[in-house]
């Protein structure tokens, strides 16, 4: 715990004297935590973007006129006039 410094003088009576060794193990798990946080959004975004380079070619595709090998006619139908949340 740090000890918030006074404009005149600081109070130490409610300080804590922590050995480094605990701050150190404390601060790598934090950061271990941390990083697996950052981890599981670059996962997300990635797949995210994922989704909607797929929406862009169907439906950039669709509106050129092009037909889609890998899409069914009924597909092809639901995709041409659902919303998109884009």
Avoid at 19 to 35: A, F, M, P, R
Avoid at 60 to 73: A, D, V
Wanted: aromatic share 12%.
């Amino acid at each position: 715990m740090e000890v918030p410094q006074a404009p005149m003088v600081t109070v130490y009576s409610d300080a804590m004297l922590l050995d480094i060794s605990v701050v150190e193990k404390l601060n790598k798990q934090i950061q271990k935590l941390g990083k697996s946080k950052v981890d599981a959004l670059i996962e997300m975004k990635n797949y995210r973007k994922g989704i909607h380079a797929l929406e862009w070619y169907f439906l950039s595709s669709l509106f050129l006129g092009k037909t889609n090998p890998w899409i069914s006619r009924a597909m092809t139908f639901t995709i041409k006039y659902a919303t998109f949340n884009c």
